[in-house]
C-alpha cells in the first residue's frame, strides 16, 4: 500500500488549496478513505471521511462548510478541496486508508499565514 499527498503549501487566510492522494497497492474502490491533519504540539485528527462509493461523507466540525472530500475511483486519487482557510487549519495533513491496518501517506504541509 503507498499514499501519497500533493499540493499543500502556504495560502493567505481566507484561501483555498485542494490536496491530492494518489493510492497504489490495494484495491482502491473497495476501502473508505480518510484525511487527517496534525498540528504541532497537537494530536492527530481525523477532517474528512469519504465512502468506498463516494456516496457516505462525514466531517469534523470544525471544517464543515469549507472543506469537501472526493474520491476517483478510476484514477485510484482522493482530493480535500479546502475553502475559506484560517490560520487555525495550519498543519501537516495526512491521507489513510485501513487495509487490514492503518497505512498513512508522508503528509503535506498547509500554512495559513498572512
Known amino acids: 500500500v503507498q499514499l501519497v499527498e500533493s499540493g499543500g503549501g502556504l495560502v493567505q487566510p481566507g484561501g483555498s488549496l485542494r490536496l491530492s492522494c494518489a493510492a497504489s497497492?490495494?484495491?482502491?474502490?473497495?476501502?473508505?478513505m480518510n484525511w487527517y491533519r496534525q498540528a504541532p504540539g497537537k494530536e492527530r485528527e481525523l477532517v474528512a471521511t469519504?465512502?468506498?462509493?463516494?456516496?457516505?461523507?462525514t466531517y469534523a466540525d470544525s471544517v464543515k462548510g469549507r472543506f469537501t472530500i472526493s474520491r476517483d475511483n478510476p484514477k485510484n486519487t482522493v482530493y480535500l478541496q479546502m475553502l475559506q482557510l484560517k490560520p487555525e487549519d495550519t498543519a501537516v495533513y495526512y491521507c489513510?486508508?485501513?487495509?487490514?491496518?492503518?497505512?498513512w501517506g508522508q503528509g503535506t504541509q498547509v500554512t495559513v499565514s498572512s
Open positions: 489513510n486508508a485501513r487495509v487490514r491496518r492503518d497505512y
Open positions: 469519504i465512502g468506498s462509493d463516494g456516496r457516505i461523507i
Open positions: 497497492g490495494f484495491s482502491f474502490d473497495y476501502y473508505n
